[in-house]
């Protein structure tokens, strides 16, 4: 093993490993220069290079021309506000790490990042922890990624240019401002795995149903209420994360129902029992209030409701614990809750009714995080 001033390179190792060594750029650039031209007459090239936590305010300029075969390189945990043109030297770079930086800002990224090699070599890159307020429009064209990791950012959105990732199989942008979630993030046929934990993001859009290869789905932390029915045909989807929603706060704890009024009680009785009355038998504002009465969707129930109605449905049962809410609004708790008035049969209409059209879905799902 061969140290210098805080350096770890081993030989016959395609690894130089440089981190945390606390030195200013200077000292830094020639121990690269130094290493660089060690490596020139050694037989292995170097493949590795690890320089996190340096302090470092810019990539080092021999970068740019003493790693020529490099393939994994590691800048994170320094002060970094730009990605310099060094990094377009590197032609065949597959990994680059750069999270818990200061990027973000104009010229963030190199200049013809779009146009140079490692819009065909670079397959991870990571730049969580950063400053990005939205995608970098560059990295769109970086059309061999299959890893992109923005979390812990400042994006606001996320660009329906995404769909060019054609080759992206994990995307996380957990941590940010999100708001919604694009459909056409539904068009990446090779993602395996979507983090958009710690958003505020309202709503699924079903497309993302299309996502066939997906396995694993973070939603936790958002503002979601509920999810759309088309999520069961993701057919390889193993883990749903959704905790710290509201459609968890309001279906995983105890159901909170307001009851009908003593009006919508007597109102429902007079529809559901076809009591028959006329004009002249009630004031104008009843007759008014009896023609605004919807009829329940489930069609096992047979009920009505006006004011007061619940926003749920057809549930999927979970690892024998959780019901996963599918939006759909039905009169009362009892026309999906297996604590109803039908609960002396072994499986109630309703629950029949939902397990028949989720029973496909909930034996492959494995995991569902609600809390």
Not at 27 to 40: I, Q, V
Not at 291 to 305: E, I, M, Q, R, T
Request: some cysteine.
């Amino acid at each position: 093993m061969e140290e210098a001033g805080g350096a770890v390179a081993t030989a016959g190792e395609a690894e130089l490993n440089l981190s945390r060594l606390s030195v200013s750029l200077e000292t830094l650039e020639s121990e690269l220069e130094a290493r660089g031209e060690e490596r020139r007459g050694a037989r292995e090239a170097l493949l590795r290079l690890l320089l996190p936590h340096n302090r470092l305010v810019s990539l080092p300029r021999a970068l740019g021309s003493g790693f020529p075969h490099l393939q994994l390189l590691d800048v994170s945990g320094n002060a970094l506000t730009a990605l310099g043109p060094e990094l377009l030297a590197l032609r065949g770079l597959r990994t680059l790490l750069a999270k818990n930086n200061r990027l973000g800002g104009p010229g963030a990224l190199p200049k013809g990042l779009a146009q140079s090699p490692l819009c065909c070599s670079l397959q991870v890159l990571n730049l969580s922890g950063n400053c990005f307020q939205e995608v970098p429009t560059s990295l769109l064209e970086l059309r061999a990624l299959q890893t992109l990791s923005l979390g812990g950012n400042q994006l606001q959105s996320i660009p329906a240019e995404i769909e060019n990732l054609r080759s992206l199989e994990c995307l996380y942008l957990g941590g940010n401002f999100i708001k919604e979630i694009p459909p056409e993030l539904g068009n990446l046929p090779s993602l395996n795995y979507l983090v958009l934990c710690d958003n505020k993001i309202q709503s699924v859009p079903p497309q993302l149903s299309q996502l066939h290869s997906l396995r694993s789905l973070s939603l936790h932390n958002n503002l979601l209420t509920y999810l759309p029915r088309e999520i069961l045909n993701l057919i390889h989807l193993e883990e749903l994360s959704l905790r710290g929603n509201p459609l968890v706060v309001r279906f995983v704890r105890d159901l909170t129902y307001d009851p009908p009024t003593l009006l919508e009680l007597a109102a429902r009785t007079i529809k559901i029992r076809n009591i028959s009355y006329t004009p002249y038998d009630l004031p104008g504002n009843l007759l008014r209030y009896l023609s605004l009465a919807s009829n329940c969707p489930n069609p096992k129930c047979g009920g009505v409701y006006f004011d007061c109605c619940v926003r749920q449905i057809k549930f999927v049962d979970f690892c024998g614990k959780y019901r996963l809410p599918l939006m759909h609004y039905l009169c009362s708790p009892e026309c999906s809750s297996p604590c109803s008035s039908a609960s002396h049969s072994s499986t109630s209409q309703s629950e029949s009714d939902s397990e028949d059209e989720a029973s496909v879905a909930a034996h492959r799902m494995q995991k569902v995080l609600l809390g």
